[in-house]
Protein backbone atom coordinates (compact mmCIF):
# COMPACT_ATOMS: atom_id res chain seq x y z
CA UNK A 1 0.00 0.00 0.00
CA UNK A 2 1.33 3.49 -1.01
CA UNK A 3 1.18 6.00 1.98
CA UNK A 4 2.96 9.32 0.48
CA UNK A 5 3.27 11.43 -2.32
CA UNK A 6 6.07 14.19 -2.63
CA UNK A 7 8.82 11.32 -4.38
CA UNK A 8 9.65 10.82 -8.02
CA UNK A 9 10.68 7.16 -9.09
CA UNK A 10 9.43 4.48 -7.05
CA UNK A 11 7.22 2.78 -9.43
CA UNK A 12 5.94 -1.13 -9.67
CA UNK A 13 7.11 -2.61 -12.54
CA UNK A 14 6.34 -6.50 -13.74
CA UNK A 15 9.33 -7.38 -16.44
CA UNK A 16 7.58 -10.04 -17.84
CA UNK A 17 4.33 -7.90 -18.91
CA UNK A 18 6.48 -5.13 -20.76
CA UNK A 19 7.25 -1.40 -19.34
CA UNK A 20 3.92 -0.73 -18.00
CA UNK A 21 4.74 1.06 -14.32
CA UNK A 22 2.29 1.10 -11.49
CA UNK A 23 2.10 3.79 -8.77
CA UNK A 24 -0.99 3.07 -6.43
CA UNK A 25 -2.75 6.79 -4.94
CA UNK A 26 -1.91 6.78 -1.03
CA UNK A 27 -4.15 4.25 0.34
CA UNK A 28 -3.85 2.33 -2.61
CA UNK A 29 -2.32 -0.88 -2.98
CA UNK A 30 -1.41 -3.23 -5.71
CA UNK A 31 -2.34 -7.16 -4.97
CA UNK A 32 -0.32 -9.98 -7.02
CA UNK A 33 1.25 -13.19 -6.37
CA UNK A 34 4.96 -13.05 -4.99
CA UNK A 35 6.21 -15.58 -8.17
CA UNK A 36 5.85 -12.72 -10.58
CA UNK A 37 8.84 -11.17 -10.91
CA UNK A 38 8.74 -7.46 -9.72
CA UNK A 39 10.43 -4.44 -8.88
CA UNK A 40 10.47 -1.17 -7.25
CA UNK A 41 12.36 1.44 -9.47
CA UNK A 42 14.68 3.48 -7.33
CA UNK A 43 12.91 6.58 -5.22
CA UNK A 44 15.55 9.43 -7.77
CA UNK A 45 13.93 12.26 -5.00
CA UNK A 46 12.02 12.81 -1.70
CA UNK A 47 11.23 9.59 -0.08
CA UNK A 48 8.66 6.69 -0.62
CA UNK A 49 6.67 4.93 2.31
CA UNK A 50 4.82 1.52 2.00
CA UNK A 51 2.97 -0.88 3.80
CA UNK A 52 3.84 -4.29 2.41
CA UNK A 53 1.69 -7.51 3.77
CA UNK A 54 2.26 -10.90 2.75
CA UNK A 55 -0.08 -13.56 2.92
CA UNK A 56 0.49 -17.48 3.16
CA UNK A 57 -1.48 -20.74 3.43
CA UNK A 58 0.28 -23.03 5.83
CA UNK A 59 2.17 -24.75 3.44
CA UNK A 60 3.70 -21.68 1.43
CA UNK A 61 4.72 -20.54 5.52
CA UNK A 62 6.44 -23.94 6.06
CA UNK A 63 8.43 -23.30 3.17
CA UNK A 64 9.50 -19.76 3.86
CA UNK A 65 10.83 -20.98 6.80
CA UNK A 66 12.88 -23.57 5.66
CA UNK A 67 14.17 -20.83 3.13
CA UNK A 68 15.34 -18.15 5.44
CA UNK A 69 18.80 -20.04 5.56
CA UNK A 70 19.19 -18.88 2.10
CA UNK A 71 18.66 -15.07 2.84
CA UNK A 72 21.16 -12.78 2.67
CA UNK A 73 20.28 -9.19 4.35
CA UNK A 74 22.58 -6.45 2.43
CA UNK A 75 22.04 -4.29 6.05
CA UNK A 76 21.05 -4.90 9.50
CA UNK A 77 17.73 -3.46 10.42
CA UNK A 78 17.71 -0.25 12.21
CA UNK A 79 15.28 1.46 13.97
CA UNK A 80 15.54 4.99 12.90
CA UNK A 81 15.35 7.43 15.68
CA UNK A 82 12.03 8.96 17.07
CA UNK A 83 11.96 12.76 15.89
CA UNK A 84 9.52 14.85 18.08
CA UNK A 85 6.69 16.46 16.15
CA UNK A 86 6.29 20.07 15.33
CA UNK A 87 3.83 22.32 14.09
CA UNK A 88 5.48 21.78 10.15
CA UNK A 89 6.07 18.16 11.32
CA UNK A 90 3.24 16.40 12.73
CA UNK A 91 3.30 13.01 13.95
CA UNK A 92 0.60 10.58 12.26
CA UNK A 93 -2.11 11.58 9.54
CA UNK A 94 -4.16 13.86 11.79
CA UNK A 95 -5.90 16.55 10.53
CA UNK A 96 -2.84 18.59 10.23
CA UNK A 97 -1.87 16.28 7.09
CA UNK A 98 -5.27 15.96 5.11
CA UNK A 99 -5.70 13.13 2.90
CA UNK A 100 -7.18 14.58 -1.11
CA UNK A 101 -10.08 13.70 -2.16
CA UNK A 102 -10.33 12.02 -5.52
Known amino acids: MNLN ?3 EGGYLRFPEYG ?3 YRPAPGEAVIFSCLLLHEATPVTQGRRFTLLAFF ?5 AKLREANKQHVVLRSPAVAPSPA ?3 ADKPS ?3 AA ?3 KKR
Open 5 to 7: EGY
Open 19 to 21: SQL
Open 56 to 60: YNQHD
Open 84 to 86: APT
Open 92 to 94: GFG
Open 97 to 99: NPR
